[in-house]
């Protein structure tokens, strides 16, 4: 085993970039265009080719997507948000900066995803929107419930910080109908534009909306005021748009994206044929012909001491994510969720990102197979 980790394997995920995006970042510098303009109208246009779907509304941030598809699906106030306790804190905070409340269920462990039936169980009258998180960019899949749920009124808004490129069987996600999509394109996701976010809209109307919402509330596009004296404030909205300068890296990444995608999945499939001999180590399942995959998440025995071990040797390992009912900001909504505690303990993520080679998977596994709790002799451990 090397001494020094390789350099790959010191981060647990960083950005992927192809070369043209200093040069398409120059390009929008020197066209004077910092801010919000055609660039981004150009990669609204391009990500909604890519899926398939009439349109996609670019935004500030992944969280930003959230918190207006929530609001364009009526949440507020004395509203109820079913949402997976295991996720990043910003699916909270986009519930809580809408007025809403989020309502923490389980998850299925081998998947880390939300299942129909803890879904049903949580419903209440209150219930606005399902926030399902597509962990690890696994889609999930709540057809079942769509009569139930379109009969109360409630939306789904995907949290697909994780999934962009997977697939809901033959569908992109983001390609299903009846449902809001959210994406991150920040640094570390499938698709970065370095921080961004996109919407995908159930309909024009929405994406009017969504567009107001992301503006200030206001609707005349640049052109539009650039040609009056005034402007309409025609509704509430945030200064949530996204820039040319974004804009530009995520065109580029778009261009390269398959070769991103097939790396993720050779990595992945890499990791779990590597993984398969460690005693102990849990893999978490993800369907990896229909997905392309944010990360790569064990279950593993003594976590935080094996963590230690592998961080002490040079490897970015991470935990992703500590529950949030158990976060001190979030108490009020606190429930017992004992497999997601569970979970909570042991899960742990490997480095994973594009520009790591079979080599630095190997490195990885031979210092997790050591960090690992040793069998003794009667095969205990
Ligand atoms: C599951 C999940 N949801 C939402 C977000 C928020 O995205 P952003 O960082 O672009 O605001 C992230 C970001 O990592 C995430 O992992």
């Not at 005693?279 to 369907?287: F, N, S």
Request: net charge negative; charged share 15%; hydrophobic share 40%.
């Amino acid at each position: 085993m090397m001494n020094t980790a390789p350099t790959e394997v010191t981060r647990n995920a960083r950005p992927f970039l192809h070369g043209p995006e200093a040069a398409a970042i120059n390009d929008a510098l020197q066209a004077g265009q910092y801010g919000h303009s055609s660039r981004v109208e150009e990669f609204e246009h391009a990500v909604a080719d890519y899926l398939g779907v009439p349109d996609m509304v670019a935004v500030a941030s992944g969280t930003a997507a959230l918190q207006l598809a929530l609001l364009a699906a009526g949440t507020g106030p004395g509203d109820e948000v079913i949402v997976p306790s295991q996720t990043f804190c910003a699916s909270v905070h986009a519930i809580l900066a809408t007025g809403a409340r989020p309502r923490f269920i389980e998850i299925n462990p081998h998947t880390l995803c939300i299942e129909e039936d803890q879904v049903r169980a949580a419903i209440t009258p209150a219930t606005r929107a399902i926030l399902p998180v597509l962990y690890g960019g696994r889609a999930v899949d709540l057809s079942a419930l769509h009569d139930t749920l379109e009969s109360q009124g409630i939306s789904v808004v995907q949290d697909a910080a994780h999934a962009f490129g997977s697939r809901s069987g033959t569908t992109l996600v983001g390609a299903q109908p009846g449902l809001l999509t959210c994406f991150s394109f920040g640094p570390i996701k499938n698709l970065t534009c370095g921080q961004g976010g996109g919407i995908i809209p159930r309909n024009a109307a929405e994406a009017d909306a969504l567009r107001g919402l992301r503006s200030l509330g206001i609707t005349q596009s640049q052109q539009e005021r650039a040609a009056t004296t005034t402007y309409s404030v025609d509704g509430f909205g945030l200064r949530a748009t996204m820039s040319d300068l974004n804009a530009a890296v995520g065109l580029v990444q778009l261009q390269h994206f398959a070769t991103v995608a097939a790396k993720r999945k050779a990595l992945w499939t890499s990791y779990a044929t590597r993984l398969k001999p460690l005693t102990g180590v849990a893999l978490v399942d993800v369907d990896i012909e229909h997905t392309v995959p944010f990360n790569c998440v064990v279950h593993v025995p003594d976590r935080d001491r094996v963590f230690k071990e592998l961080r002490s040797r040079g490897i970015g390992a991470g935990v992703h994510y500590p529950p949030n009912h158990t976060q001190p900001a979030f108490q009020t909504w606190h429930r017992p969720l004992p497999v997601t505690e569970e979970s909570g303990r042991h899960l742990m993520s490997l480095p994973f990102h594009p520009a790591m080679s079979d080599d630095d998977v190997r490195y990885v596994i031979s210092v997790l197979e050591h960090a690992l709790p040793q069998e003794d002799a009667c095969g205990e451990s």
